[in-house]
């Protein structure tokens, strides 16, 4: 789906916005050479005591099955 008829439909349906963040995130993952594995996930509000975003460890599988752990990345949703 095109940015802008995300936006209508947004607009329109906002109760969409989990499945169609979700659908985004999906792609976004196979895209970057997924897919991602979430190795380790904490609120922002657990580590900072701020805010109500997530940080993320994760990592490719097929680097977790070669124990390439220096390939993990740190990823930040808000």
Same mark, same amino acid.
């Given at each position: 789906?095109?940015?802008?008829? /995300? ?7 906002? %109760?969409? !916005? #989990?499945?169609?963040?979700? @659908? ?12 991602? /594995? ?7 509000? %657990?580590? !900072? #005591?701020?805010?109500?975003? @997530? ?13 390439r752990f220096d390939r993990v990345m740190q990823s930040y949703?808000?």
């Amino acid at each position: 789906m095109r940015n802008e008829a /995300l936006v209508v439909t947004l607009r329109d349906t906002p %109760e969409r !916005f #989990d499945e169609l963040y979700a @659908e985004g995130l999906e792609k976004a993952w196979w895209k970057e050479g997924g897919p991602w /594995l979430n190795l380790l996930e904490f609120g922002e509000s %657990e580590l !900072f #005591d701020t805010g109500d975003g @997530e940080v993320s460890w994760i990592i490719r599988r097929e680097d977790l099955l070669a124990q390439r752990f220096d390939r993990v990345m740190q990823s930040y949703y808000c």
